[in-house]
């Protein structure tokens, strides 16, 4: 009766995952992407974006090689050469994801996908009929409504700048303005990152925020927190950003990260009566199925957890459902995260005020010291570590980390959060001495409220 059993409108990470999968359990899959291959991540996000992180913190390693005996010479950055390196990697990436749905068997329509019905869709100017349909369109950039905004550039243009700017201004204070500040600064421009807020990076710990913030600020980050970018304008051959508090600031570019909305818009689902949210976003039950019962939809376009292995397991998740007579509902409890700031942030579970909110007595551990790497190139940098727990049960309910290889660290640690290790388990665990992860497994001391000033303690 259809042309195929599994419809995907989306080639990113979770419906490319979700249409494998599928295929890999005998349905007739078909695949429909008007842009490149692998979504968000793979061309203007994660990997771009860790590319460029790598690139700016060569800067620091070559200052800090001094203290450990290295002579490093003359040095000079190259943006251009940056730049094609990262696009011969997304090409080669945009390859992969080519070849692993060819060799699932499923057909690619490189074309824009559109709902004519609960089982029809328009793809190329074709009509199609599939049984079940996906939509995992993922997000696009918010350019907020302000006079000269078509000035500036989002997160999908700024991989793409055909030079390096020497004056940026960034407007945002999630992870993707945090992380674009660092590049910057990292590269050699003059940064002014501004934040509506009084702090950057909401939902995550405020230890980690505020120090993040300090941090930044030694580096030579201008942050300036409680205003906002009210205009834009064009003076010569540079921007004049007005700001709310009735100052200016002048640049060479001007970046939007002040979000991501869901990327629902003119794909007919609202026609074929899926639901969405007041934000665009896609609602769905427990299961990713929408308010059409056919019609599933995962990653950044139900706006859950914005993450890209979240939308790859909702995109199995979907897949083990309708086509392994597995009903399987994707797990969003303890998700790790990480922010590749500089220095960078890891976390895991809740924050300490969430967990007060939530278990209502808590124990909480931390540690600032300065990393072992710094104690000879004499650079001021501190790390963090902090343990939450839930004083009833011992469970361990967060872990956050500042400091270099944040990331790979509570990767780690997120298994034994996930699986519900208790601090005693924690306690017996051995470390591997000398390193900063050793800190998570002999934090001992309660910390006292508020965070004490000037607490510093060593690793080992």
């Not at 350019?143 to 055909?162: K, M, Q, R, Y």
């Not at 017996?428 to 001495?433: E, L, Y």
Request: charged share 25%; aromatic share 8%.
């Amino acid at each position: 009766m259809f042309d195929y059993d599994f419809f995907v409108i989306g080639a990113g990470s979770g419906g490319v995952r979700a249409a494998r999968v599928a295929a890999s359990y005998g349905a007739r899959v078909a695949v429909a992407e008007d842009r490149d291959l692998g979504g968000t991540c793979v061309n203007v996000g994660c990997v771009p974006k860790k590319l460029m992180v790598m690139a700016s913190h060569f800067a620091e390693d070559f200052e800090d090689a001094a203290g450990f005996g290295w002579t490093v010479g003359e040095r000079r950055f190259d943006w251009a050469r940056l730049i094609a390196n990262k696009d011969a990697e997304i090409a080669r990436l945009n390859g992969i994801y080519g070849r692993l749905l060819a060799n699932a068997g499923a057909t690619l329509y490189e074309a824009r996908a559109r709902l004519l019905d609960r089982h029809a869709i328009e793809v190329g100017g074709a009509r199609v009929t599939a049984r079940h349909i996906l939509v995992a369109t993922g997000g696009w950039p918010v350019v907020p409504e302000i006079p000269g905004a078509e000035l500036a550039i989002t997160s999908n243009e700024v991989f793409h700048l055909d030079r390096m700017p020497a004056r940026v201004v960034i407007v945002g204070g999630g992870y993707i303005a945090v992380e674009f500040a660092g590049i910057f600064n990292g590269l050699g421009a003059e940064v002014v990152q501004l934040y509506r807020g009084p702090l950057f990076l909401r939902g995550f710990d405020d230890d980690l925020r505020r120090m993040l913030a300090e941090e930044m600020r030694k580096k030579g980050v201008d942050l300036r927190f409680d205003v906002n970018a009210a205009a834009i304008e064009k003076t010569g051959t540079s921007l004049r950003v007005a700001l709310t508090d009735g100052g200016a600031v002048e640049a060479d570019c001007v970046l939007f990260a002040i979000g991501r909305a869901p990327a629902s818009r003119g794909l007919g689902l609202e026609e074929v009566g899926v639901e969405l949210d007041e934000k665009g976003a896609v609602v769905v039950d427990r299961y990713s199925r929408t308010t059409a019962e056919n019609i599933f939809a995962v990653g950044d376009l139900t706006d859950r957890i914005n993450l890209t292995p979240v939308a790859i397991r909702e995109g199995q998740a979907v897949a083990e459902t309708l086509f392994n007579d597995n009903p399987t509902a994707p797990d969003h409890d303890y998700v790790a995260s990480a922010v590749f700031g500089q220095p960078a942030i890891g976390s895991v579970g809740y924050a300490e005020a969430a967990a007060r909110a939530k278990f209502g007595a808590i124990d909480v551990y931390k540690a600032v010291f300065k990393p072992m790497r710094h104690t000879l190139s004499g650079r001021d940098e501190r790390t963090l570590v902090k343990l939450i727990v839930e004083r009833a049960s011992d469970r361990v309910v967060g872990a956050h980390m500042l400091g270099p290889e944040a990331g790979e660290i509570i990767q780690g640690i997120a298994i034994a959060v996930k699986c519900g290790a208790t601090k005693a388990q924690f306690d017996a665990t051995v470390g591997i001495h000398p390193t900063t992860a050793e800190e998570f497994v002999t934090l001992r001391e309660k910390d006292p409220e508020p965070f004490p000033e000037g607490h510093d303690s060593a690793p080992g």
